[in-house]
């Protein structure tokens, strides 16, 4: 345990940069090749893959390719299992043109990525016995979603560039390389630069240990780094010095690249009051509540435990660098940190805990078992979070967490337990009638209960089998807002109020959320549509809807006229998508379109794809965007889904890539723009018609307009509606 004579201390951070000199791609338009004879193979659902040139000149593709070109098919294990030597090596390789000198090469990959590959560097055209000479350099042990740069080794150069997949990293789906890049040996540029360790103390001289890496990752010698600091601060023979201020900065210049590190000045956390401390996890040495905790790092990508940090009138806190996920517990009180804690058995309240980082950024306090509460960190103070737990039976694994983009360095002290309840307390608090206001997918409760000693209330919501907490101060009105509805239902809440022990009889409100507006009605002709969904084509049928592993779903809603569209939550993020159609596209004239009416109650985007069930690769994707509280309408040509190269079946509808929680779609349906005759008259005529020979007799007289060739035999027909005669061919 270090022990400070100051009372205060300071968080270094690491600071990135990326270079603004891109080096040149030496593969971009070069000739691309597959290793030895393309091969063919068919997955274990069926599909048929081809490993051609075609497929793999996506891998130089400017911009970054996002299709997938396959290395090898699901049989997994590498290349060089039974099944895969059956079907030949799927490698392939690169003509420069000319013999270069080649200093990295970057990939990237899909979730079914090589998790180990190989690179050789030759001036003679390869041929598949290259395998079995020693690679110019070899990768393992990598993941998936990963992009990863290979720095060769110094001095390799050559014309041609083989690339090989050995092993994968998902044994379902083989191995999908996204994009391949190669540049030349270039000078070192300043990228990164980390300062540790991430506290020292105010006015005391700290060795610190200064890391420089170069684009490559590769580190950079200190004697080619020049290191500044900030007038409040100094940094001599490798020791720093703050002398005053909340924040100071380190600079790192190397050429035309100067990075910075903050370093934040912490003052001691303030000292809990005894009375809130029903049970200690982590506390001040100073009262008469101190604990002492345990701690495990996990998923810690470089974190750190630096210990507990003394204050010179006894605060502590525990200090972690680089903090993605900390599991915390009193040993003494708590069991293991994966023991089981009894919230209302024990009388607990909430989870109190004092946090200090050095990043503007969120988090969570998780417990297992699906119960989070989100907390936002200021960067530079002591951040006070509480977790309500008192209507939570059991809990396990306490911990903080990160994601890696929030990864910083914190402080955390004061953890401790509230009591539940006011001892002596019999009485429940006094519940007054809740009122409601309904949004179309949100409902905002107010809410307003009195006791006679708590000064805190704690209300119960429930709605269907969701249950929600809020808490408010005793006889002060609160809002609550329930989110994630559907819109134009009606909802039955019941909301009780608590002191932590006792609990008032439940008050209920019914409220209806408001309609979402109708889609606009579409406007083509029957003829000239395959509908997936749709009412106004009779395509009423919900479609079957894959998450492919993701969180999303999906349901139906009802507009607010009683309309039913597809409704997907959850989607943030997610990926999946329509499935199991049978769109058949072969007898509809050329051009066509797929078209879908989408909306939400927010601004955002999600990719759109018809997944063909002919097709020999993979299908680009369109980003079809949505205006908050409104219907858009989309006609996307399907010329921009790669056809007519993939045949006519359509098989799936993905949607990806969305940055939207909830939306919903209606009006999905394919249909061209070309002339049949009747639907014309149909579209901008009356509804019923008359239908002639073409000898002008007479054949069928004021019939529906979508209607009016339905089971004629074959030949050339006269139909009249309105001021529009059209001459129809039926086949």
């Not at 890049?181 to 630069?193: C, S, Y």
């Not at 700290?206 to 004697?223: C, P, R, S, Y």
């Not at 070309?674 to 020979?693: K, L, Q, R």
Request: charged share 15%; proline share 3%; with cysteine.
């Amino acid at each position: 345990m270090r022990k400070f004579t100051k009372s205060a201390l300071v968080l270094a951070l690491a600071a990135t940069a990326l270079s603004a000199n891109a080096q040149d791609d030496l593969l971009a338009g070069k000739p691309i090749y597959t290793l030895g004879e393309a091969k063919t193979w068919t997955s274990t659902n069926d599909a048929t893959y081809t490993f051609v040139t075609s497929d793999l000149e996506k891998l130089v593709a400017t911009p970054t390719n996002t299709a997938n070109v396959y290395l090898f098919p699901e049989a997994g294990g590498g290349w060089n299992t039974d099944a895969n030597k059956e079907i030949g090596i799927q490698g392939f390789y690169i003509d420069l043109g000319s013999s270069e000198g080649v200093g990295t090469v970057s990939t990237t990959w899909e979730g079914a990525a090589a998790s180990a590959y190989s690179i050789y560097l030759t001036d003679e055209e390869p041929t598949p016995a290259i395998l079995n000479t020693t690679p110019t350099y070899s990768a393992s042990g990598l993941g998936q979603f990963t992009a990863n740069t290979a720095v060769l080794p110094e001095g390799s150069k050559g014309r041609y560039l083989v690339f090989q997949g050995t092993d994968a990293t998902n044994w379902g789906w083989g191995v999908k390389i996204r994009s391949i890049k190669a540049t030349a040996p270039a000078d070192a540029v300043l990228t990164t630069f980390t300062a540790a360790p991430g506290i020292v103390a105010l006015g005391e001289a700290t060795d610190m240990t200064l890391t420089f890496k170069d684009q490559n990752g590769l580190d950079i010698a200190a004697d080619e780094v020049e290191v500044g600091v900030s007038d409040n601060a100094t940094y001599a023979d490798g020791k720093l010095t703050v002398n005053s201020g909340d924040k100071a900065t380190i600079t790192a210049t190397m050429g035309e690249e100067t990075l910075t590190a903050d370093v934040w000045v912490a003052a001691a956390p303030a000292l809990p009051v005894a009375s809130d401390i029903k049970t200690a996890v982590f506390t001040n040495t100073v009262t008469d509540y101190n604990a002492t905790a345990g701690w495990v790092v996990a998923y810690n990508g470089g974190a750190v435990n630096a210990g507990t940090i003394t204050f010179p009138d006894g605060e502590v806190a525990q200090e972690f660098l680089n903090t993605r996920c900390v599991f915390f517990h009193n040993t003494a009180t708590t069991g293991a940190w994966n023991g089981n804690i009894k919230p209302i058995e024990n009388g607990y309240r909430t989870l109190h805990m004092d946090v200090f980082g050095t990043k503007d950024c969120d988090g969570v306090i998780d417990f297992e078992g699906g119960f989070s509460v989100p907390f936002t960190l200021e960067a530079g103070k002591w951040n006070s979070v509480n977790a309500n737990i008192a209507d939570r039976e059991t809990l396990n694994n306490m911990s903080i967490r990160f994601t890696e983009a929030n990864m910083c360095d914190v402080l955390l002290a004061n953890i401790y337990f509230t009591a539940a309840y006011v001892e002596g307390d019999e009485t429940a608090p006094v519940l007054e009638e809740v009122t409601a206001t309904a949004a179309e997918t949100t409902i905002t409760l107010t809410l307003k209960a009195t006791d006679d000693l708590s000064a805190d209330v704690y209300y119960t919501i429930t709605v269907g089998d969701m249950t929600y907490t809020t808490s408010g101060k005793s006889g002060e009105a609160v809002e609550y807002t329930v989110t994630g509805l559907d819109s134009s239902t009606e909802y039955t809440i019941s909301v009780t109020a608590g002191d932590g022990k006792n609990v008032s009889e439940a008050k209920v409100v019914t409220v209806k959320t408001t309609g979402m507006p109708d889609a606009p009605t579409p406007t083509v002709a029957a003829s000239k549509v395959v509908a997936v969904f749709s009412a106004a084509y009779d395509a009423t049928a919900v479609p079957a809807f894959d998450a492919w592993g993701s969180a999303a779903s999906m349901t139906t809603a009802t507009t607010e006229n009683g309309e039913t569209v597809l409704l997907f939550n959850n989607y943030n993020g997610q990926w999946g998508g329509l499935v199991n159609l049978t769109v058949d596209l072969s007898g509809m004239k050329d051009p066509k379109y797929l078209h879908l009416d989408i909306f939400s109650g927010e601004a955002g985007s999600v990719s759109v794809a018809p997944v063909w069930g002919d097709a020999t690769g993979d299908t680009p994707n369109q980003a079809v965007a949505t205006a908050a509280g409104e219907w858009k309408q989309y006609d996307l040509a399907l010329t921009d889904f790669g056809y007519p190269d993939h045949g006519n079946s359509v098989i799936q509808l993905s949607l990806t890539n969305s940055t939207l929680s909830q939306f919903a779609l209606n009006n999905v349906y394919f249909y061209t723009t070309a002339s049949t005759g009747i639907e014309d008259v149909a579209a901008d005529g009356p509804a019923v018609v008359n239908v002639y020979g073409v000898h002008g007799v007479l054949v069928r007289s004021n019939v529906a307009a979508s209607e009016a060739t339905a089971g004629l035999a074959p030949g050339i027909y006269i139909v009249a509606g309105g001021n529009k005669v059209e001459k129809v061919l039926v086949r």
